[in-house]
C-alpha cells in the first residue's frame, strides 16, 4: 500500500514538473491545467454542441417539415377517400343482398315463418330515406361539437352497426339501424364535403407557408384555394365512385350461384323500360334456385362487418383533424342558438337558393340511376343475374369519368355542371321511348353503354357541385352549413323517389327532365348575376365572446370598456368589408381594404393619442402632487 501511494505521489510530482510555468501575475488559465484525454475535451464538446452548427439549414428544415406536411394532407383526403367507399361498399352491397334474399318468398317462410320480414323491409327503406328530411335541424351541431373528423369515424359506427344486425334479423333490430342511418346520412356527406374541401386550404398553407397572411393566419384571399379544391375533390370522387364496384363483390362472389335466370324470373313481365310502370311489374315472387346456408350468411356478413371495422380503423387513425384545437373551440364558441339558425340563413344568399334545383336533381339521380335505370330498363330485359355488372359498369364510369372535372383547372367552372346536363339531356329523351323486351340478353350491350353515358353525366354532376360549392364558399366557418344544405336537399329528393316507386316510368322521366332543365337555367342566372357583381346576402358568424387565459389567447388583458367596444366595433367593420370584398371582386375589394385600413389605422391612432394624453396627464399630476409636498416642507 506505501508502495502504490508513493507511485502516485511520484506521478503528481512529475505531472506538475512537466506542467507549464504559472504566469508571474498569477492568473492561471483553468483549460491549461486539464489533463489531456478524453474528459479534458468536455468543455469543447460543450462548445461545439451548444454552439451554432456549421451544417445545420434552417430553410432546408424548414421546406422539409412543410413537406411532412403536405403529405399529411394528401394521406388525409385518400384516407377519407378510402374510409368512405369502403364504408358505402359494405352498406350498398349487403343491403342489395339483403333485398334479394328478403323478396324471394321461399326464404321468408322457410327461414323467418310468420315473422312478417317483406313488411320488416318497407319499415326499414321508409326509416332509412325518411329520417334525413330533419337532418338539417341537428347537422350543423353535431359538426361543430364533434368535429369533421370526429363525425366520419361515428357515421361509420353507425353503418357497421347495422351490419351487425343481418346478424339477428327482426323487427327490433333492423329497423332502428336503419333509422340511425337515416340520420347519420346527411352528417356523413356534410362532414365529407367540409373535410376534403378544408384540406384543400391547408394544403395551399403549407405550399405559400412564407406569405404574410398565412403566417399571421388571416383569411385567404379570394381564389387561391380553387386549385386544390378541384383536385382534392376529383380525388375523393375517383375513389369514392368504386364503392359501387365493391358493393357487388358479395352478389357476385357468393349470391349468384343461388339466382335463377331470366326465364324463371321475368316469365310474367311484359313491359320494361319507357312502359313499364314501378320497379319491374310481374317480377316472379321467388329468384332462389336453392337456399343458401346459414353458416355461409353468417361467413359472409363477418367479411362484411369487418371491412366496416377497417373503415372505422382508418377514419381514426389515418384521418388527421381538419382544423387548428383553438379553431375549433372558436367554431363552437358561437353557441347553440346561432349554429341552429346559421344553416337557414345561409339560404337568403341566391347563390344557394339557384342551386337548390341541382341539389335536388342529383338526389333524384343518385337513386334513379340504381333502381329505374338498373331495375326497369336493365333487370328487367336481361335479368337479375346480370345485375351485378350493370352496377359495376355505372360504378366504373362514375370513378373513371370523375377524373374529367379536373378540366376545370384550365376551363370555366361551369363546363362540369352544365357538361352532366347536356349527356344526361338527350338521354332522357331517348330513355322516355325506348323500352326494350322482356327477356332479351342480346340488348346487353345496348344497356352498358347506355348506363356508362349515365353514369358519366353523374360523375360530372357529383363532383361539379362540391367543387363549386368549395369555390363559391371559401370561409372555413361557413363550409359546414353549405354542404349541410347541399346534402339536405339532396335527401329530399331521394325521399322524393321513395314514394313514386310505383309511378309509371315515363312521369319519372318527364320529372326528371324539367328538374334538369329548371336547375340549368337557375346556374345559369346565377353565374349572369355573379358575373354583374350583383350583392348576395351572407349571414355574419358572430365573434366568439370567451375570454381563455392560458396558451389560447396571449393578448395583453385590456380592462378598458371603452377600447374593448372600439375593438368589436372595428371586427364588424372589417366583416362588412370582408363581404363588400366578396361581393364586388378584387378592385372592390382591394378599395375596401384600403379602407378598411385606414379606419383601423385611425382608430389605433386615436387610442394612441387617448393614451398619450393619459400618460400626460398623469405625469403633471404627479409633479403638481410633488411641488406641493415641497412646499409643506419650506
Not at 498569477?26 to 491545467?33: P, V
Not at 339483403?98 to 326499414?124: A, F
Not at 329528393?493 to 337555367?521: E, Q
Not at 396571449?554 to 372595428?570: I, T
Request: glycine share 8%; aromatic share 12%; proline share 4%.
Amino acid at each position: 500500500m506505501m508502495a502504490e501511494a508513493d507511485a502516485e505521489e511520484n506521478v503528481y510530482r512529475e505531472a506538475v514538473v512537466e506542467s507549464p510555468v504559472a504566469p508571474p501575475n498569477g492568473d492561471i488559465n483553468i483549460e491549461d491545467l486539464l489533463p489531456d484525454g478524453p474528459q479534458g475535451n468536455i468543455q469543447g464538446q460543450m462548445e461545439e454542441f451548444l454552439g451554432p452548427q456549421p451544417e445545420y439549414d434552417e430553410e432546408e428544415e424548414e421546406k422539409k417539415y412543410y413537406r411532412r406536411k403536405k403529405l399529411g394532407v394528401v394521406k388525409n383526403v385518400l384516407g377519407a377517400s378510402v374510409g368512405g367507399m369502403i364504408i358505402y361498399s359494405v352498406y350498398m352491397g349487403l343491403l342489395q343482398m339483403q333485398l334479394i334474399l328478403h323478396y324471394d318468398e321461399t326464404y321468408r317462410e322457410v327461414k323467418y315463418g310468420n315473422l312478417g320480414l317483406e313488411d320488416i323491409d318497407k319499415k326499414m327503406l321508409m326509416g332509412i330515406n325518411v329520417t334525413p328530411i330533419i337532418a338539417l335541424l341537428y347537422t350543423p351541431i353535431l359538426i361543430r361539437f364533434l368535429g369533421t373528423k370526429w363525425m366520419m369515424f361515428l357515421a361509420s359506427g353507425i353503418y357497421a352497426l347495422f351490419v351487425s344486425t343481418n346478424y339477428w334479423e327482426r323487427y327490433y333490430t333492423l329497423v332502428p339501424s336503419a333509422v340511425a342511418i337515416g340520420a347519420a346520412i346527411v352528417p356523413l356527406w356534410a362532414s365529407l364535403g367540409t373535410y376534403i374541401t378544408r384540406m384543400a386550404q391547408q394544403y395551399y398553407e403549407y405550399v405559400n407557408y412564407k406569405e404574410d397572411h398565412v403566417q399571421e393566419q388571416k383569411k385567404l384571399p379570394k381564389g387561391v384555394c380553387h386549385r386544390y379544391v378541384i383536385i382534392f375533390q376529383s380525388v375523393f370522387f375517383i375513389i369514392f365512385h368504386l364503392s359501387l364496384v365493391f358493393a357487388e363483390f358479395p352478389q357476385r362472389l357468393f349470391l349468384h350461384q343461388f339466382l335463377s335466370d331470366y326465364n324463371h324470373t321475368l316469365y310474367n313481365v311484359k313491359h320494361c323500360g319507357a312502359e313499364g310502370s314501378g320497379m319491374i311489374e310481374g317480377f316472379n315472387r321467388t329468384v332462389l334456385k336453392h337456399l343458401p346456408r346459414s353458416l355461409l350468411l353468417i361467413q359472409v356478413e363477418s367479411v362484411l362487418m369487418g371491412a366496416a371495422f377497417l373503415s372505422m380503423i382508418i377514419f381514426l387513425a389515418v384521418c388527421g383533424a381538419a382544423y387548428r384545437p383553438t379553431e375549433e373551440i372558436d367554431l363552437r364558441s358561437i353557441g347553440w342558438g346561432n349554429i341552429f339558425q346559421l344553416p337557414f340563413k345561409h339560404l337568403r344568399d341566391y347563390r344557394l337558393r339557384l342551386l337548390i334545383p341541382f341539389f335536388i336533381y342529383s338526389g333524384l339521380d343518385s337513386l334513379f340511376s340504381v333502381t329505374g335505370l338498373t331495375l326497369s330498363y336493365g333487370v328487367c330485359t336481361v335479368g337479375l343475374e346480370w345485375l351485378y355488372l350493370l352496377v359495376m359498369v355505372y360504378g366504373l364510369s362514375c370513378s373513371l369519368f370523375s377524373c374529367l372535372s379536373l378540366s376545370l383547372l384550365r376551363l370555366p367552372r361551369y363546363v362540369s355542371l352544365l357538361g352532366g346536363a347536356v349527356i344526361h339531356g338527350p338521354l332522357l329523351v331517348f330513355l322516355l321511348f325506348w323500352s326494350p323486351a322482356p327477356r332479351s340478353p342480346d340488348q346487353l350491350p345496348y344497356l352498358l353503354v347506355v348506363i356508362a353515358l349515365w353514369g358519366m353525366g353523374s360523375a360530372l354532376n357529383k363532383t361539379g357541385l362540391s367543387i363549386l360549392l368549395g369555390m363559391l364558399y371559401e370561409d372555413k366557418e361557413r363550409l359546414d352549413f353549405v354542404y349541410t344544405i347541399y346534402h339536405w336537399w339532396q335527401a329530399i329528393a331521394i325521399f322524393i323517389v321513395y314514394l313514386w316507386t310505383g309511378l309509371i316510368m315515363r312521369a319519372k322521366l318527364s320529372i326528371l327532365l324539367v328538374i334538369l332543365l329548371l336547375a340549368c337555367f337557375c346556374y345559369w342566372t346565377m353565374e349572369r348575376r355573379l358575373a354583374k357583381n350583383m350583392h348576395f346576402r351572407l349571414p355574419r358568424i358572430p365573434r366568439p365572446k370567451h375570454k381563455v387565459k392560458g396558451y389560447r389567447y396571449l393578448e395583453e388583458e385590456n380592462s378598458d370598456e371603452s377600447n374593448s367596444e372600439e375593438s368589436d366595433e372595428d371586427d364588424d367593420e372589417e366583416h362588412q368589408e370582408e363581404v363588400i370584398r366578396e361581393d364586388f371582386g378584387g378592385d372592390a375589394g382591394s378599395q375596401g381594404s384600403d379602407s378598411t385600413r385606414e379606419r383601423r389605422g385611425g382608430a389605433r391612432g386615436r387610442r394612441r393619442r387617448r393614451d398619450d394624453d393619459y400618460e400626460q396627464a398623469g405625469e403633471r399630476e404627479e409633479r403638481e402632487k410633488e411641488g406641493e409636498r415641497g412646499i409643506e416642507k419650506e
